[in-house]
């Protein structure tokens, strides 16, 4: 790859991480390549959005599955109280309709749960405290952002805090001088 070539890419400089993922910004609130997103990009008081992966629960009944109510624990129903009862009408339709709740392999999914207050942030453990239920189970991946359902505080910062690499930030000099 030439010297050209190479300008025309910005080189980030920084380790592979575990994980990448993507938010979709306004073109006036973009950041530099490389640069990392610090906690206190949220401030006290905000709401933000969490998305996690539920806990895996294996296979479960309809009742601990749907919260079904199961069927009377007396008189004839024997051993099937805990049944989820009818599944399908009679000769119309002839069938069960498809995502009809039933038992099943539960838990793993992917889940939003929204408006969680910002109680505090700790920037030097790279640290956000929330009010309220994160889904997921302990040391898993989860993705925090701005909520969708509250307006911003007027002391949030735009386009947010981050910190730049002295690597990357000695990059894009090194390329204007390369040309």
Sequence with gaps: MSKAERGRFAVAHVEPKMRLAEFRVA?????????????????VGQYVDVTGVTMGKGFAGGMKRWNFGGLRATHGV????RSIGSTGGRQDPGKTWKNKKMA?????????????RVVQTDVERGLILVEGA?????????????AVKKPLPKDAPAPGKFRV???AAAAPAEAAKGE
Excluded: C, Y
């Design 104 to 116: 099943g392999h539960m838990g793993v999914d992917k889940v939003t749960t929204q408006n969680l």
């Design 78 to 81: 024997s051993i099937s109280h």
């Design 27 to 43: 073109e006036d609130k973009m950041i530099p390549v490389g640069a990392e997103i610090t906690a206190d990009h949220f401030v």
């Design 165 to 167: 690499h002295p690597e």
């Design 134 to 146: 994160v889904p997921g189970t302990a040391g898993g991946w989860i993705a925090v952002r701005d």
